[in-house]
């Protein structure tokens, strides 16, 4: 299965909304996951099941979709949420993941 | 609390292997899957494989069959990923993590392998 992760490069400034965009080559029903990588820190599970926030998640962090569109909106985005986001379908195998977002400083 | 902890980052010569370790704490060991991923780099990320240490089972990625072999000790609750016949290609990151209903909900910090001669 196919995931195609948009947009590649996102800028924005703290207090902002932001969406990323996660579609899937064939229904992945809800199997999808997002994940947050920082540098020097282990990548961090934030959502799974399309929108099931993982324990510790803030709630500012949001998952939606089905199917084969997911979105992952940050609401409010604080300084630490700079980062790169991935999404996972893991449907069937083997586990894909998008190419990723950069999240950046505007 | 769950922690992932794999060994250093490995320079090795085109056509030599390298095996790298993940020691598992904070939760029974043998009740898990461990997977192995990689990144290589500024690219995104491939599940490689994945196995029970309870049985020793294990299932791969066809594109890393024959190349990577997954293994555990249980007595140490450690998981290791050897990788053959090394090229530039197998030059990357490999993370170990825990599947967690299909996700993963923890990470190694990340191995960095360096294939070069």
């Known amino acids: 299965v196919q995931m195609t992760q948009s947009p590649s490069y996102l800028a924005a400034s703290p207090g902002e909304s932001v969406s990323i965009s996660c579609k899937a080559s064939k229904s992945i029903s809800n199997n999808l996951a997002w994940y947050q990588e920082k540098p020097g820190k282990a990548n961090k599970l934030l959502i799974h099941?399309?929108?099931t926030l993982q324990s510790g998640t803030p709630s500012r962090f949001s998952g939606s979709g089905s199917g084969t569109d997911f979105t992952l909106t940050i609401r409010s985005l604080e300084s630490e949420d700079f980062a790169v986001y991935y999404c996972?379908?893991?449907?069937?195998?083997?586990?894909?993941f998008g190419a990723g977002t950069k999240l950046e400083l505007k | 609390q769950v922690k992932l902890l794999q060994s250093g980052a490995a320079l090795v010569k085109p056509g030599a292997s390298v095996k790298m370790s993940c020691k598992a704490s904070?939760?029974?060991?043998?009740?898990?899957?461990v997977s192995w991923v990689k990144q290589s780099h500024g690219k995104s990320l491939e599940w490689i494989g994945e196995i029970y240490p309870n049985s020793g089972a294990t299932n791969f990625n066809e594109k890393f069959k024959g190349k990577a072999t997954l293994t555990v000790d249980k007595s140490t609750s450690t998981a290791y990923m050897e990788l053959s016949r090394l090229t530039s290609e197998d030059s990357a990151i490999y993370y170990c993590?825990?599947?967690?209903?299909?996700?993963?909900?923890?990470w190694g910090q990340g191995v960095m392998v360096t294939v070069s001669s």
């Open positions: 904070g939760y029974t060991f043998t009740d898990y899957w």
């Open positions: 996972q379908q893991y449907n069937e195998y083997p586990d894909t």
């Open positions: 099941s399309g929108s």
């Open positions: 993590t825990r599947p967690y209903y299909g996700s993963y909900d923890y």
